[in-house]
């Protein structure tokens, strides 16, 4: 956190579109007392429709309090108007703290780097707290109901072309909060709710979650908590701390987790939340799936896992892929090369650099560590499929030959199953 006590401390806004963002600021706007809040909001449209409806709950005007930023995402077309609205902000600084509202098809992490980076930003404000508004239904609809929400969304994939699920959007949300805003609960029973926290707690350990109806919160539970930690952005996500807590215990090998099935576990075994049936656990290997196999695998994942996450070592693609499951939605992209797989002085520089680096004789550092985490796992059954979706030696000699609907280079990113 910015050290200088004249910085303006900061609130970065996101949630799914829908989930009630705009309606939280109006209730801010109207019941905070003794501290004075500039807005900046966007919209995806021509006309910006969150700073009217923001400008209308409130005694701002779009020209003054409320920053207006249309036509684009504040995270990615927009980044350098949204650095001119709060430099500007900052030299009026007639405001007590700065809420930006991310559109409902924005990453909040890209937003809260502009002010935690070196920069003329930085140096005036002081990030306080990342929230995440959930809409509480369509969050269980989506990751733990029998079936996919018929008004799950679609939105463009930067760079690409192709679309993605919002349901990949809202685990991105999720898995960066501080705090989480569990809305709309009058649609949910008890037992629901407590089934959301679990799985919040689950995705982001570390979050503080609120319950609310129509974004009803005192505003003094999501303004200078100071609940912001640059240093634990990415890495308190439910799927990373799994994998570091699972390292930490010393890993296992994909021989060992052939125990599984037979109910022989000896492995470590993490688990979130075992009240209200949210699980997890680590799978890792030192040889290569089949690309068809595995492929078969991830599109065929058991409903009750609701995030699945790493690095996965594919034949036939001497590259890191990346595995990301949020939901109905399973896409791999190109992290970049295996260490191994580098020119010798660059490989040894790295190796240098990485005293604690896991390096196989014959493989290097080429692996799969895989996360999953949901409400029924079936890890018995999953550990099983994934040893069969395993190369045998024969298959291992023509890699090159197998037909591979993983991506080999990156910046390319293959959707193997979508809403």
């Known amino acids: 956190m910015n050290s200088d006590s004249n910085a303006a401390p900061v609130t970065v806004l996101s949630g799914g579109l829908g989930a009630g963002k705009?309606?939280?600021?109006?209730?801010?706007?109207?019941?905070?007392?003794?501290?004075?809040?500039a807005?900046?909001?966007?919209?995806?449209?021509?006309?910006?429709?969150?700073?009217?409806?923001?400008?209308?709950g409130s005694d701002l005007d779009v020209e003054g309090g409320v920053a207006e930023l249309s036509n684009g995402c504040i995270c990615c077309e927009l980044q350098d108007d949204l650095e001119t609205a709060v430099v500007r902000l900052a030299r009026e600084r007639e405001f007590d703290h700065l809420l930006v509202e991310a559109s409902g098809i924005s990453e909040p992490e890209p937003v809260a780097r502009l002010f935690t980076t070196s920069s003329r930003v930085a140096a005036s404000y002081d990030l306080d707290a990342l929230v995440t508004v959930l809409d509480t239904r369509l969050f269980l609809d989506t990751f733990a109901g029998d079936e996919i929400p018929k008004r799950q969304g679609q939105r463009e994939s930067a760079g690409d072309g192709d679309t993605r699920p919002l349901s990949d959007l809202l685990i991105e949300q999720l898995e960066v909060a501080n705090l989480v805003v569990l809305n709309k609960t009058d649609l949910c029973e008890p037992a629901e709710l407590e089934e959301a926290e679990a799985l919040v707690?689950?995705?982001?350990?570390?979050?503080?979650?609120?319950?609310?109806?129509?974004?009803?919160?005192?505003?003094?539970?999501?303004?200078?908590?100071?609940?912001?930690d640059p240093g634990r952005t990415a890495e308190a996500a439910?799927?990373?701390r799994a994998l570091d807590d699972d390292r930490g215990h010393g890993g296992h090998d994909a021989d060992r987790d052939r125990d599984a099935e037979d109910g022989n576990h000896d492995h470590d075994h993490r688990h979130p939340d075992e009240v209200y049936g949210v699980d997890s656990f680590v799978y890792r290997a030192?040889?290569?799936?089949?690309?068809?196999?595995?492929?078969?695998?991830?599109?065929?994942?058991?409903?009750?896992?609701?995030?699945?996450?790493?690095?996965?070592w594919?034949?036939?693609?001497?590259?890191?892929?990346?595995?990301?499951?949020?939901?109905?939605?399973?896409?791999?992209?190109?992290?970049?090369?295996?260490?191994?797989?580098?020119?010798?002085?660059?490989?040894?520089?790295?190796?240098?650099?990485?005293?604690?680096?896991?390096?196989?004789?014959?493989?290097?550092?080429?692996?799969?560590?895989?996360?999953?985490?949901?409400?029924?796992?079936?890890?018995?059954?999953?550990?099983?499929?994934?040893?069969?979706c395993l190369v045998t030696d024969e298959e291992w000699e023509r890699a090159d030959a197998l037909e591979n609907p993983f991506p080999d280079e990156e910046k390319e990113a293959v959707a193997l199953r979508e809403p």
């Open 314 to 388: 594919i034949a036939g693609r001497d590259v890191k892929i990346d595995v990301a499951q949020a939901g109905p939605s399973v896409r791999a992209s190109v992290r970049g090369p295996w260490i191994a797989a580098l020119p010798e002085v660059r490989r040894d520089l790295y190796r240098s650099n990485r005293p604690d680096l896991e390096w196989h004789d014959e493989h290097g550092d080429r692996r799969t560590e895989l996360v999953f985490i949901g409400t029924d796992t079936r890890e018995a059954r999953l550990r099983s499929a994934l040893e069969d």
């Open 238 to 240: 439910g799927w990373q």
């Open 39 to 56: 807005v900046l909001v966007n919209d995806m449209g021509d006309v910006n429709v969150d700073a009217e409806l923001v400008a209308e």
């Open 286 to 312: 030192h040889r290569p799936f089949h690309p068809e196999r595995f492929a078969e695998v991830l599109r065929g994942l058991p409903d009750g896992i609701v995030r699945s996450k790493g690095v996965a």
């Open 22 to 37: 705009t309606t939280l600021l109006n209730h801010l706007l109207r019941t905070v007392d003794d501290r004075d809040l």
């Open 201 to 228: 707690r689950a995705l982001r350990p570390e979050a503080e979650t609120i319950r609310t109806e129509f974004s009803a919160v005192d505003p003094d539970r999501l303004l200078g908590v100071g609940l912001f």
